[in-house]
């Protein structure tokens, strides 16, 4: 990507005041805030793998003055907001690049292969390309109620994930089992499960996510949902951060799975009968920990089950490392080389630690690809749910 002085030292520019200030209404101002200290730019872990890291400050700068930058660059952000806790200014990076993304729709110069994933939203209420027809095919066996606001405590809803990816679709069935196990009354809405749109929003179409968005508000709220539980970290800060105001306004109630669990082992509704002898470390979702600030839930569990010793890695917690899969970046390649989860691979077996855990489904997906491709055998990629379930008794 060109950097700023060297754009200035070509011919001159012409700056666009109406794409200044659509990005000024997009961001809610945000932008005007950058002041170009280029923390931003020094936090983020594409440098970490990359020969020339992203320059997030020269898109700031670009979007300030009225330019867009439309090369492939704006698609590698996987707003994990690695930068954000540092910004003097407390800049929305994410948001501004979820804008500028939504400008580049408008242009029509997206990446390929997104606009296959926007199709089938729109054909299949899922990205993964799967027919909606087989979206509860996961719960096969597990006899799970259709939710009933009379009758049971939640909804669980499972995501598009959990639903259709073969390794996700393991954490819902032990996530299920724990709940049956500790007599939790809840339900799911099998195949009539609306998609979060989470995956619209993070390649940028706007217009579309909320359209997305007020069709779910709308389904929950005919459907009498009082409280949900999400599976993922993605669908519950979409639900929390970006839906339409009539969620709040209606009281529903919007928890992760693992603020939920950790709240049922503190009431002693779940217990763990069987003591585990592992060591294990823990990879902190980018939008359970950096996006809704909870660090604690899933380690609380953790260091609830007997017999689990928990290390951490290098980096964790504020500083922990995305494991790549956020911002879209789930739907595009992303060359051998360039993967963050290899380096958390490493940084995870350096503890020493038998098993890898982390409650999303899209960091079980990248963190146990980079355990195959590195051949690390003796470091085990497990969710949260997976863990607790072993310990629960029978």
């Not at 389904?219 to 339409?244: M, T």
Request: hydrophobic content about 35%.
């Amino acid at each position: 990507m060109p950097q700023w002085d060297d754009m200035l030292a070509e011919d001159t520019l012409a700056l666009d005041d109406e794409l200044w200030e659509e990005l000024v209404e997009l961001t809610g101002g945000t932008i005007n805030l950058c002041y170009q200290c280029g923390v931003c730019t020094a936090s983020c872990p594409w440098g970490l793998v990359l020969q020339e890291p992203l320059s997030v400050r020269t898109f700031m700068r670009l979007a300030q003055v009225g330019l867009h930058d439309e090369n492939g660059n704006l698609w590698r952000c996987t707003t994990c907001a690695q930068c954000e806790p540092y910004c003097p200014r407390g800049v929305k990076i994410t948001e501004v690049f979820r804008s500028l993304r939504n400008i580049a729709w408008d242009r029509r110069k997206v990446e390929k292969g997104l606009p296959s994933l926007l199709w089938s939203l729109y054909w299949n209420d899922n990205p993964w390309s799967q027919p909606p027809t087989q979206r509860s095919g996961w719960a096969k066996g597990l006899e799970i109620p259709v939710y009933s606001p009379e009758q049971h405590e939640f909804l669980l809803y499972v995501g598009c994930t959990a639903s259709y990816d073969r390794r996700a679709q393991k954490i819902a069935r032990s996530l299920v089992r724990l709940l049956q196990t500790a007599r939790i009354s809840f339900g799911y809405l099998g195949d009539d499960e609306p998609c979060c749109g989470e995956a619209v929003l993070s390649v940028g179409h706007k217009p579309y996510f909320q359209e997305i968005a007020q069709q779910t508000t709308r389904f929950f709220l005919e459907r009498g949902v009082e409280r949900l539980l999400a599976i993922s970290p993605h669908c519950y800060d979409v639900f929390k951060n970006h839906y339409p105001p009539a969620l709040a306004e209606n009281g529903i109630q919007l928890q992760h799975y693992t603020q939920y669990l950790a709240q049922i082992i503190d009431a002693g509704r779940l217990r763990f009968e069987h003591p585990l002898n592992l060591v294990a470390t823990f990879q902190d979702p980018c939008y359970l920990g950096r996006h809704n600030q909870d660090y604690e839930s899933p380690r609380r569990i953790l260091k609830a089950i007997p017999g689990v010793e928990l290390i951490e890695m290098e980096r964790s917690g504020v500083d922990s490392l995305c494991c790549g899969g956020g911002g879209g970046r789930m739907w595009l390649e992303t060359a051998v080389g360039e993967r963050f989860s290899d380096l958390r691979v490493i940084e995870a077996a350096r503890t020493g630690a038998s098993v890898l855990a982390t409650a999303c489904p899209f960091c079980i997906v990248c963190l146990e690809d980079s355990t195959k491709l590195m051949k690390t055998e003796k470091l085990q990629v497990m969710d949260i749910s997976e863990i607790a379930v072993i310990a629960v008794a029978d």
